[in-house]
């Protein structure tokens, strides 16, 4: 699975892919994402009559955000595993929380697509939730949100730690500290929504519930700057590379 994701053409020929053929925890976790699909598919309506399959169809939106979700956070793992290949008793153990965190992240991600879809297509779909519980329910996601970039957070902190083990060459650890500064703002983007949330909410349940959510925007700029600044460094030490052979 790892190769159809990463084809030989698209590799940085300055990485050492040492995960390239998957092993029995990378098989877990991709059982465990099947697993998260499935909930999503029987969370869904069952559609007896006409009007189930009307309502039916009005979930294809949340579904599709949904899965879109979970293939993000999928793809974060498989990028982590097929880079790194490690399998030592903490990647084990943080893996296991990781694919714990995707399992409970399936239905606060369904409840909020859900919402979103009732939000903006004034659908109908039946939803228990009063407006001043909305707030409840973003602090619930956010911290589920956090608690999986954060997982991913440590398993590249691990990676850094053990580095000289790996003989991780120059560009690769420039990669490694790199993406554990981007799971830093994976995860610390919810965890601003939320305090957000709680600051605004002793005055209006609305305006807490509007900049919360406004609060996820913030992944653009900063992830462009992410970008930038990585781009920066492995270009600098591509120049000083060739710099040392000229």
């Not at 098989?27 to 006409?50: E, H, K, Q, R």
């Not at 909020?112 to 009063?130: A, G, P, V």
Request: proline fraction near 4%; include cysteine; aromatic fraction near 18%.
């Amino acid at each position: 699975m790892a190769s159809r994701i990463f084809p030989a053409p698209n590799k940085n020929p300055w990485f050492h892919y040492r995960g390239e053929n998957p092993d029995r925890l990378d098989g877990l976790t991709d059982a465990v994402f099947g697993i998260a699909i499935t909930l999503l598919i029987f969370n869904l309506t069952n559609p007896n009559s006409f009007g189930d399959m009307v309502t039916f169809t009005k979930t294809l939106p949340a579904f599709l955000v949904s899965i879109a979700f979970l293939t993000l956070i999928w793809r974060e793992h498989v990028k982590f595993s097929v880079l790194y290949g490690l399998a030592d008793s903490v990647i084990v153990s943080l893996n296991i929380l990781f694919i714990a965190l995707v399992i409970f992240y399936v239905y606060p991600l369904r409840f909020w697509t859900l919402f979103l879809t009732n939000l903006i297509f004034q659908t109908d779909l039946q939803l228990q939730i009063k407006g001043n519980q909305v707030p409840d329910l973003m602090i619930f996601y956010g911290f589920v949100a956090f608690g999986i970039y954060f997982t991913m957070l440590l398993l590249y902190i691990r990676v850094f730690k053990i580095r000289l083990k790996l003989r991780l060459n120059s560009k690769e650890v420039i990669h490694t500290r790199m993406h554990l500064w981007r799971m830093v703002i994976m995860c610390g983007v919810p965890i601003f929504s939320i305090l957000i949330i709680i600051l605004f909410r002793k005055w209006s349940f609305i305006w807490a519930s509007f900049w919360g959510g406004m609060a996820y925007m913030l992944y653009s700029p900063l992830m462009f700057f992410w970008i930038k600044k990585y781009e920066s460094l492995m270009k600098e030490d591509s120049d000083f590379f060739t710099d040392s052979i000229d």
